[in-house]
Each structure stands twice: as C-alpha cells, then as structure tokens.
C-alpha cells in the first residue's frame, strides 16, 4: 500500500471511528487474528518475536540476535503471506552498523513494506548508556536520519518518542505519525514492575501532542505501552488527550494470552461453579466489559476470603490495571480495598469467636491468616481487645 493511499486510510478511519490501532505482531498466527478483528495497521519488531519466545519486551534492546535479519525473517515468511493488502510496517534498528541505512530502506520498499518504524529505539534509554551512544553516533539522530530517508523514499513513517525534543526531531524529519512511547508494558508475567500512572501519561502526552499539533497538525499522534493495559486505558487516553490511535505489543499479544491459558488451565483442574449468570465466571471467561468491576471484587472477596488475595492478581485477571481497579472499588464501597478485606475478615471471625468451640489459631487460619499474630494485630487494631478477649466477652453474656 503506497504512503499516499495508506495516509487517507488512517485519517479516514481517525475521521469516523475517532482513532486507529496497529498490532505489534511476532508470528503468524498474531497476524490472522489481528487481520480478523480489521487492525489497521501491522507492525513487524523484534519485539513481537521474543513475546513469542516467552520472553519480555525488554529483550529486544539487547544484542541477542541480528534484530534486522530477525524481523525480515519472521515477516516474509509468516506475515506478508497472509496480510493481503494490509499495510505492513517494518520496526529498523537504524544503529546496524552491518546496514547501509539509505540501502537498507530502499530494500525494505522493495519487499512491499508499506512503511518503517524506529524499533528497537534508543529514545527509551537514559543515563551514562545513553550518553555513550550517542557519542559513539549510535544515539536518536541516526533514527531521526532513517525517518527522513524512509520520508523520500515515499514510505509511511512512524517514529517512536519519548520526549518533547524527540517529537519535535521526528516531526522535523517529515514523520507521518508520532508513537509517544510511555515506557515498558507493566503486567503479566513478565511485564515492567514499575510504570506511570495513567494521570501521568495523560499530562505528558497532552504537552507533547500540543506542541506537535503547533507545528503540524497533520502528523497523526499515538502512544504506546506504559501504564495502557487495557481498552479502558486506551479510551481514558483517547477521551483526555488529542491521541488519535494506540500501537499494541503486549497488550495483545501477551497479556490476552496468559490471562486466557491461566484461567482455562484453572478451570479444568476445578471442579468449581461455572454458571455464565456468576460475575465471578463471567470474568474469568472474559467477558470483563460488562462487569462491574467493584462488584466483582466484593464477591470474590465473599468465596475467598480464607486465601491470600491481592490486588494484583485481581488485576492480572480482569485484565484492569490496579490503579483503576481500585479507584472503580472506592467508589462503590467508599473505603480501599485493603480496608474492606480486613473488615470482611473480622466480621466472620467474630462470627467463628461468637459461634464455635475453634481454636483462636485455627480461627486465624479460617479468615486468612496464616500467621496468628498478625490476624491478633488486625483483630485487635480494629476491636480494641484481643480475639481471645472478644470470646471471652462474648461467652459471658
């Protein structure tokens, strides 16, 4: 698909739908589904391989493999033979120092990319690592370069920020679309442990995109990555910012992934309730964007109180990130979600003091303490007496 033909497609679909999605996709398979469900764009990076490998993102920034010859490889064979017409657009390592950069492109063109993205991209390193690519020319300018040759060569191009300084190179160099990219997907399995908040991501994009927009407002603005997660993350940004589209990796290819084989593995090893009507089924089979959340967590709060429960598992199973989940879960009980697990847990083990002959440790064990002392510090923080002095009490009357 040509630049000019692809350029009306996407603001086409921006004018109708509101804004655009691209998959990052890593094999075959990624690309028939992402091609059933109409993406609108379909990134080739080396990226998506590891996720396919098992592995995290994070290995796509290290010297592995031959990233250039990796991602060819994989898109000739499985997803150029069944993207059809559907626009393809090649992640380069612009820092190859075995690649001419101008021949590279050119040879890119010619295999039928319809355009180019900077990935791997060093805009998303810092500090002295930072300091000494760049000073060895293999720093952002060498992906600015590509962007512009990619530009005369009449190729779509994407470029991968992550600053102001970044965008406005890459706008300068006659970019198509600017991917803000907000950092390394947290969640999962192998996600980054520590990403921005969406108030964040919200606040620099809206600075970065503004900026764009003063000087042309035509470049297409998406992000990526960081604390997007979930649809519902995508549409907060969509719906605060001027972002026109969001470029998946994990959040399709990874995170679906493992909530689905964890849940089903789970499932046939339970014998456990599965009628459709239980939130708590309907949210394990996926179909989260009808569920109340909050009530969700409440319920399963109710059959699981005995077990460690944490937040993010939670999240890791609605496929909601924790912050928000919280938020949604104060809103409806007004009081955080830690607070209402300890209250649920002292009111049955009031009910076992009040009600049975057990034992204070087997009580503890009951409500979800392993460790006595600490459920006798909970008990106490909130009743002012000990569990055994609450029995006590309580057998008196």
């Known amino acids: 698909m040509t630049r000019k033909k692809l350029l009306e497609k996407l603001r086409s679909v921006i004018h ?18 992402a091609l059933e469900g109409n993406v609108d764009l379909l990134l080739t990076m080396n990226a998506g391989r590891f996720r396919q490998m098992g592995q995290s993102a994070f290995n796509a920034f290290m010297g592995y493999s031959n990233t250039n010859q990796l991602v060819l490889d994989f898109a000739t064979k499985e997803v150029f033979p069944l993207a059809k017409d559907a626009p393809i657009i090649c992640g380069i390592f612009m820092q190859d120092p075995c690649i001419h950069l101008y021949d590279y492109i050119k040879k890119i063109k ?25 000073n060895n020319n293999l720093g952002f300018e060498k992906e600015v370069e590509g962007i512009r040759i990619a530009h005369f ?21 006659g970019a198509d679309a600017i991917c803000l990219h907000l950092g390394i997907t947290g969640g999962g399995l192998c996600g ?5 908040s969406l108030e964040n991501a919200i606040q620099i994009t809206n600075t970065i995109f503004n900026k764009i927009d003063e000087i042309n407002p035509d470049v297409i603005k998406l992000v990526c990555s960081g604390p997007i997660q979930t649809p519902i993350d995508a549409h907060t940004l969509y719906q605060n910012t ?19 084989m964890l849940n089903t593995i789970k499932a046939f090893k339970s014998p456990g309730d599965f009628n459709e009507e239980n939130i708590i089924s309907k949210v394990l089979n996926g179909a989260g964007r009808d569920v109340d959340y909050a009530q969700f967590m409440i319920e399963y709060i109710e059959k699981n ?9 939670l999240s890791y199973i609605t496929h909601v990130s924790a912050p928000r989940l919280s938020v949604l879960f104060k809103e409806k009980t007004n009081m955080s979600f830690t607070q209402y697990l300890i209250d649920y847990r002292m009111n049955i083990a009031c ?9 204070m440790k087997e009580v503890s064990i009951l409500v979800g303490y392993e460790d006595y002392s600490q459920f006798a510090k909970m008990f106490k923080k909130k009743y002012k007496m000990t569990p055994q002095d609450y029995k006590s009490l309580n057998s008196s009357d």
């Open 16 to 33: 109708i739908n509101g804004h655009i999605f691209g998959i990052s996709v890593g094999n075959g398979m990624t690309t028939e589904y």
């Open 192 to 196: 980054a442990n520590k990403v921005i």
């Open 242 to 260: 001027k972002c026109q589209g969001f470029l998946a990796g994990s959040a399709i290819e990874r995170l679906p992934v493992e909530r689905t």
């Open 110 to 134: 010619e295999y039928g990319f319809s355009g180019i993205i900077n990935y791997p991209t060093v805009s998303c390193i810092d500090g002295d690592f930072r300091n000494a690519l760049e």
């Open 305 to 313: 109180y005995s077990k460690p429960i944490r937040m993010k598992e």
């Open 351 to 359: 009910n076992y003091l009040r009600n049975s002959n057990k034992q």
């Open 153 to 173: 060569l009449d190729l779509f191009t994407i470029a991968y920020a992550s600053n102001l300084d970044q965008a406005i190179q890459m706008v300068s160099a």
